[in-house]
């Protein structure tokens, strides 16, 4: 029996280019919504059709429910919601056999269709020395439970972040950053037959090796101000690195460190800015 973990965000979905379409308080969101649907299903749909058994798919953005439950693939469960305890990757445990990661973007400060970390607050992550976004921290979390990484789907930019992170990982590539705020994409239908293509290509692939974490990793995150650093100083055992908006973090374990950074990130927001 073969368990494969989904999570899937929104900014590399095709089709979106701005935060128009991937906030909820914005015009485009519902048209953002239902292609991200349209993609999850995809990539659900090819697993199923290789013979995976259970699927599992954790919706990863923002307020993560945004994917629309009345028209993901019955045969699918799905995580939504928050407050979840791990966040991007809620249900990633050591029953799963494969993960993938759908809909994913760049890391803040490189080129890519809204490359962020997390928030707009953050500029780095590291772990020990090793600078990481979502998909580094992620596909971190994913090796501590012996789980690989099969497949990465995005733009150009998240591609090219996957391939040097995760040797032999298969990539789609989905639409092209043109700018920040600017794409050339596939259209959802050819985006979601490209996404059904390299399913079937990762699945059917050698092995890929999980991207082990350190053991007692050491996680540092800067901030864009020294406020949001302040608030997120407030956790036990974070402390600021004097003369910089860097916090610093002696973690137990991946998992430790993955929390303290969600913890991290949702109390540097706070900062009022003026």
């Not at 639409?175 to 699945?203: G, M, V």
Request: hydrophobic fraction near 40%.
């Amino acid at each position: 029996m073969t368990k494969l973990w989904i999570s899937v965000d929104m900014e590399g979905i095709s089709g979106l280019p701005d935060y128009t379409y991937v906030n909820s308080s914005e015009f485009n969101y519902e048209t953002g919504r239902r292609i991200m649907t349209m993609e999850a299903n995809s990539i659900i749909q090819a697993a199923f059709d290789y013979g995976v058994d259970d699927i599992v798919v954790n919706d990863s953005h923002s307020k993560m429910n945004n994917i629309l439950i009345e028209e993901i693939h019955p045969e699918a469960r799905l995580i939504s919601g928050d407050v979840k305890p791990m966040s991007m990757v809620q249900g990633l445990d050591d029953q799963v056999d494969l993960a993938a990661f759908i809909g994913y973007h760049a890391r803040a400060g490189k080129k890519g269709v809204m490359s962020h970390s997390m928030t707009f607050g953050v500029r780095n992550f590291w772990i020990n020395d090793q600078v990481v976004g979502e998909l580094g921290f992620n596909a971190y979390v994913a090796g501590f439970y012996d789980v690989p990484v099969i497949l990465v789907a995005g733009d150009d930019c998240v591609a090219e972040e996957a391939e040097t992170l995760i040797p032999g990982i298969t990539t789609c590539i989905v639409k092209r950053a043109l700018s920040r705020s600017s794409q050339e994409t596939l259209s959802p239908a050819k985006a979601t037959e490209l996404i059904r293509e390299k399913t079937l290509d990762a699945l059917g692939q050698k092995s890929i090796e999980p991207l082990k974490p350190p053991k007692k990793p050491t996680l540092r995150v800067e901030f864009t101000n020294y406020g949001e650093a302040e608030w997120a100083a407030l956790i036990p055992q974070v402390t600021i690195e004097p003369g910089t908006t860097i916090v610093k973090y002696e973690a137990n374990t991946i998992i430790d460190a993955y929390q303290a950074m969600v913890a991290m990130t949702e109390l540097a927001m706070k900062t009022k800015f003026c």
